[in-house]
């Protein structure tokens, strides 16, 4: 199970990086890709199913956890051309996740090894379960339509930005929702086939429902699968991966709990802290958003707040027009400031074709150079001087 987890997180990472340097090649050209889901589903199969058959899935669940810490560290240490800047800030949210991980790991249900599995389809109608996995399923089909499926102008407000932090979370808990089901499938065909080895034959009671319990696992798999690399195409590896596992690790034991019936025979206690923990995970992922949203209000105030104060450019160019009657500088570029920076830069046409950068240093030429990753209005001088002299940047 261990091995498994490591291997997740390697996929995860992969993922990540077919993300940013392949989604500009064709499907069958993306190897990480390839290389990614292999890490991802593949290699887990054989393991989980061993450790499905002779685990309870309860206590194999919270070993979710492992993910997470491996994968921030593989971000950190910049592993599979992923380049993010992990922060202080955001170890500790995850050490505050894994705790609460921790204290479900300790106080949740732990399933029994020895289900009767002629009382399969007992357990498949369970009304709790019914309800339960009804509306994750309902909650994966209403995330794809309003992400991938239905284009009404009506749902257009429903439908958050591509790289926003809700489309993040929002396929980490659809994701999430395929693990819990695919999990506890694995464990029921997992088991299944322990018991046809040493049968050496099914009961004919349960053919139905395995039947069953494998085209619900082949289709959540898949599902989970292209939710998993849409959750780490639109976010940051700091926020979807810690997202995407406790999410995976707290309902996976909901799912099996109610699934077997585990909550029937906890104790007061063990359920008030193996809710706490659960509320734990919930605030570090609430955290960790508030984190990353935090830092994209700075970098947006910081790249519009340079606007609103005259630079040295600003100046000599406001004094030429003035004392120059009609042969002033144009604007040419506003380059916003670079990723956690507090100063921009201008470039501004004089006379005669020289060019001014804002920083006190002047070049002649063409004046036609461009600085920094994007330029944007500079502001009203160019409708200014665009009217003024009919000339156009």
């Not at 990480?32 to 889901?37: D, H, Q, S």
């Not at 949210?93 to 106080?107: E, F, K, P, Q, S």
């Not at 399969?120 to 009304?127: A, E, G, M, R």
């Not at 959540?220 to 639109?234: F, P």
Request: with cysteine; hydrophobic share 45%; glycine share 10%.
């Amino acid at each position: 199970a261990i091995l498994a987890q490591l291997s997740g997180s390697a996929g995860l990472m992969l993922l990540k990086s077919s993300s940013l340097y392949e989604y500009h090649l064709p499907p069958w050209r993306r190897w990480r890709l390839f290389a990614g889901i292999f890490f991802q589903a593949v290699v887990p199969i054989g393991t989980d199913s061993f450790a499905y058959a002779v685990c309870p899935l309860s206590l194999l669940a919270p070993l979710s956890g492992i993910t997470i810490a491996a994968t921030i560290i593989f971000t950190a240490a910049r592993c599979c051309g992923v380049r993010e800047p992990v922060h202080a800030s955001d170890f500790a949210v995850v050490a505050l996740i894994i705790a609460g991980v921790t204290m479900v790991n300790i106080y949740g249900p732990h399933s029994s090894t020895n289900v009767d599995m002629t009382e399969l389809q007992s357990y498949l109608l369970k009304p709790e379960w019914l309800w339960f996995s009804c509306t994750a399923a309902g909650i994966v089909v209403l995330w794809l339509a309003i992400y991938v499926l239905v284009d009404f102008e009506c749902l257009n407000w429903l439908r958050p930005h591509p790289t926003s932090i809700f489309t993040t979370l929002g396929c980490a808990l659809g994701a999430a929702c395929c693990s819990m089901i695919t999990q506890i499938f694995l464990k029921v065909i997992s088991l299944a086939a322990r018991e046809a080895i040493e049968y050496s034959a099914f009961a004919e009671e349960e053919i139905g429902p395995l039947a069953i319990s494998g085209a619900i696992l082949v289709v959540s798999a898949i599902v989970q699968l292209y939710l998993i690399n849409a959750t780490m195409s639109s976010g940051k590896v700091i926020i979807a991966v810690p997202a995407y596992s406790s999410l995976t690790i707290i309902l996976t034991i909901f799912g099996s709990a109610i699934f077997y019936g585990d909550f029937e025979t906890m104790e007061l206690q063990s359920k008030i802290n193996f809710g706490i923990g659960c509320g734990i995970v919930i605030i570090g992922i609430f955290l960790l958003s508030v984190l990353q949203w935090c830092r994209q209000m700075r970098k947006q105030r910081g790249a519009k707040g340079g606007h609103k104060q005259p630079s040295e450019g600003d100046r000599l160019l406001a004094a030429k027009r003035d004392g120059a009657g009609g042969a002033g500088g144009l604007p040419l570029t506003d380059h916003s400031p670079s990723e956690g920076g507090d100063s921009q830069s201008q470039s501004y046409v004089l006379d005669g074709g020289s060019s001014y950068n804002g920083d006190g240093a002047s070049t002649f030429g063409d004046g036609a150079s461009t600085y920094g990753d994007g330029a944007s209005s500079a502001g009203d001088y160019r409708s200014e001087y665009r009217s003024e002299y009919g000339r156009h940047v």
